[in-house]
């Protein structure tokens, strides 16, 4: 059982739909991370909320924009996107510091763009 | 920087026979290394960590790890594979980075 909930667990949707992937979690945690996990190619960090601070892979492309109104749910927006952007998208939470941490994971968003 | 690397993309072991899973760090500084599972259409599970302390480390499911600072290396073991023990298995470090870096990834298959 995860403290971590994704919604949805599947998405399609095509180049033009603007769509919305929402993370909640339940563990009291001050940090949430969006990853994308791709077939054969190692975890991307994409965002990171801790401490109300925004911290961002910049080769993240700007048509993937995080929200995170407080410290237990989060957003990726998503408009525009193309092909390339089908992967499963993860949400997960830690208590900073992180380094010395686990991470706790939601199961993910399968997106599928068309 | 600080990496981590997973060098077999694939491990294939018998139901009851020892497995083992490698992974090797780089890293400035004392590294904080972790285990993770996933499951097919699930996220990463979280399997045990090492901070400081014993070099043999226990985690769930009745594996464990074993930390070898002059090897630089994390190995995932188990004494007796499962079948329900196949899925992918992830190595972490943290460290002088904020954030984990994760390994590539192993894929675990045991055969009954």
């Known amino acids: 059982e995860t403290g971590v909930t994704q919604t949805p667990r599947h998405l399609v949707m095509g180049m033009t739909n603007k769509k919305s992937l929402k993370c909640e979690q339940h563990l009291g945690h001050n940090a949430m991370y969006w990853y994308k996990q791709s077939a054969k190619k190692p975890l991307e960090l994409m965002f990171v909320?801790?401490?109300?601070?925004?911290?961002e892979n910049n080769s993240v492309p700007s048509r993937f924009s995080p929200e995170c109104p407080n410290s237990s749910h989060l957003f990726l927006h998503l408009h525009t996107l193309q092909p390339e952007d089908s992967a499963l998208y993860l949400c997960a939470s830690s208590q900073i510091p992180t380094d010395n941490s686990p991470l706790h994971f939601g199961n993910g968003t399968r997106l599928t763009v068309t | 920087a600080q990496s981590v690397a997973q060098p077999e993309d694939q491990v294939n072991v018998a139901e009851g026979n020892p497995l083992t899973v490698k992974c090797t760090y780089s890293v400035s500084g004392n590294p904080y290394l972790f285990w993770y599972v996933q499951y097919p259409n699930r996220g990463l599970q979280f399997l045990l960590k090492y901070i400081t302390g014993d070099n043999l480390v226990k985690g769930s499911y009745g594996f464990e790890a074993e930390f070898n600072k002059s090897q630089t290396s994390f190995h995932l073991k188990k004494p007796s594979a499962l079948v329900s023990d196949s899925a992918l298995y992830f190595c972490a470090l943290g460290g002088s980075a904020r954030q984990l870096t994760f390994g590539s990834g192993t894929q675990l298959t045991v055969l009954p």
């Open positions: 909320y801790s401490l109300e601070e925004r911290v």
